[in-house]
């Protein structure tokens, strides 16, 4: 039986007060009510705030595309986030489109009248895709289905946010643009490879920001840059149209945010069943528009810490994330240490081997030819080169010992509700390193063994979310992930919402370069309204 929001979605005649109870839910829109059409204020404003108004029309499409636009203007040059901006008159006559349907009593979803940079990773249809790669610059004919699904829900694509070479690596730089730096500060890293999502995220150039994640990518430069980022379970958010089908690649687009509630909704937008895609997950996205309260009195966090004593990490990292347990246990978690009954050095070179694998099968045509392999970064192809010496005996050992990692992990799961580990091992380092070569004394012997950390969560392909957990004394942050089991998505997004709700961390401390901005108009406690 149709319900009344699909005929009404199917009239195309969906009214902006049903849309907007019904995408938000019992989000808290109470900010965007007090906000003005002030540049600044929009900007400041949450993507559920900033929906909310564009909706309510306390502020139009055209103001909130103006203001981003020039605060991108002003902001964009001291960290290089943003690539591919889009000429403005084109943006602006979308903006006055958007303006014209909400006049109609006609929405396209969450994200109407939203400006959107897609990392440049995900095919954009009429926009420059680079991967941040001379050997594949190009406009596209087409767009990724997670492309697809911002523009159906509204959004107004205004560029590309900044990547490593073909995202290998958590470092944004590659020959094209060049280099993304910290919001925090501009002489140390952003991260990688969501590092220009990142940074535009915490630099209030975006709303929300769309990412990916193989080794970290979501995690590693949501920790470095102060802000959200969300890997979903693999599925959830389906990867094409195009490639290969079957093969269950531990790499996964996801949402980034500045509060839980706008990764959820994002998450809503991006997520959900596509045919094309036989492995994605059968389940309604719009499940993720629903409230995220909940009691977690009795809940078992497993610290996983060091794992051990496997990995170095710079001092004080461990310390913060230890420092985040008080707030775990504020709303009744309880924290113990958990001990994975698995080799941590068989694990790490399983990752090496399906890496490298994978890596070879996508640039390995690249590779063959010396003129082009010559414009490969080292890097890239050390990682071809690793993939070219494995026979399919090696490939399957690895697959299998992946399997045994899911059953260890599976017996954790059976002591504890959630996993949590640090987001990185590092702070942001300098921005001219291309990579650290050492960590607290010990030497890192690949481009990536400083990432070591992302790993466990990768290969189970579960859902995981990197949450703040605060700053050391140069004013560099960093996170902590939260781990859920497979498909748990929802769930993890509960408990990491309940944790935000006891720290506000990225409402307590704004980059510098956002310091001279005024409060929104009825903020809390002195305090900006969350973003």
């Not at 959004?155 to 073909?166: R, S, W």
């Not at 490298?356 to 080169?385: C, I, M, N």
Request: glycine letters at 10%; charged letters at 20%.
């Amino acid at each position: 039986m149709s319900t009344r929001r699909d005929f009404l979605q199917n009239s195309g005649v969906i009214g902006v007060g049903l849309l907007v109870n019904e995408l938000v839910g019992h989000c808290d829109l109470s900010t965007a009510t007090s906000a003005s059409a002030d540049a600044d204020s929009i900007v400041m404003m949450d993507g559920v705030s900033l929906s909310k108004a564009i909706h309510s029309k306390k502020v139009s499409c055209r103001e909130v595309i103006t203001a981003y636009l020039d605060h991108i203007a002003r902001i964009n040059p001291k960290v290089n986030a943003i690539v591919s901006l889009q000429d403005r008159d084109v943006l602006m006559k979308q903006a006055n489109a958007r303006d014209t349907q909400l006049a109609r009593g006609e929405s396209m979803g969450w994200m109407h009248g939203f400006p959107h940079a897609v990392k440049d990773l995900e095919a954009t249809k009429g926009i420059r895709t680079s991967y941040g790669s001379p050997l594949a610059d190009g406009v596209p004919d087409h767009d990724a289905i997670l492309v697809e699904r911002l523009r159906k829900s509204g959004a107004i694509l205004i560029g590309k946010t900044n990547v490593p070479e073909f995202g290998l690596g958590s470092q944004s730089y590659n020959p094209i643009f060049g280099v993304t730096r910290n919001a925090f500060l501009q002489t140390k890293t952003a991260g990688g490879s969501s590092g220009g999502a990142a940074a535009s995220l915490a630099l209030r150039m975006l709303p929300v920001a769309d990412g990916s994640d193989y080794m970290g990518s979501l995690r590693n430069p949501s920790a470095f840059n102060n802000v959200i980022g969300f890997r979903p379970s693999f599925g959830r958010v389906p990867d094409g149209p195009g490639g290969e089908l079957f093969l269950a690649s531990p790499s996964t687009a996801g949402p980034m945010g500045r509060s839980v509630r706008d990764v959820a909704m994002l998450l809503s937008v991006i997520g959900g069943p596509d045919q094309r895609v036989p492995l994605s997950i059968e389940q309604d996205a719009a499940m993720f528009t629903r409230p995220l309260e909940r009691d977690f009195r009795g809940t078992k966090l497993g610290w996983l810490g060091d794992l051990d004593g496997r990995l170095p990490f710079e001092p004080g990292i461990l310390d913060l994330c230890k420092q985040s347990f008080k707030a775990f246990e504020s709303f009744g978690c309880t924290v113990e240490e958990a001990r994975p009954d698995y080799s941590m050095e068989r694990l790490w070179q399983t990752h090496l081997t399906i890496r490298h694998w994978l890596t070879a099968a996508s640039l390995g045509a690249f590779y063959a030819d010396p003129a082009k392999r010559a414009k490969l970064k080292p890097e890239a192809q050390w990682e071809v080169e690793g993939g070219l010496g494995l026979t399919g005996a090696d490939v399957s050992k690895a697959f299998a010992a992946r399997t045994e990692w899911y059953g260890a992990a599976r017996k954790l799961f059976s002591q504890f509700d959630y996993l949590l580990i640090p987001s990185a091992q590092v702070f942001p380092f300098d921005a001219d390193l291309h990579w650290p070569k050492s960590v607290n004394g010990v030497t890192m012997d690949t481009y990536h063994r400083w990432m070591e950390v992302v790993v466990p969560a990768t290969l189970l392909d579960c859902p995981v979310i990197g949450m703040p957990v605060g700053f050391n004394g140069e004013g560099l942050p960093i996170g902590v992930q939260i781990i859920g089991e497979n498909h748990a998505d929802f769930a993890v997004l509960q408990i990491a919402y309940a944790y935000e709700e006891a720290t506000h961390w990225i409402q307590k401390q704004l980059p510098p370069l956002l310091n001279a901005k005024p409060q929104v108009p009825g903020s809390r406690k002195g305090m900006l309204s969350p973003a």
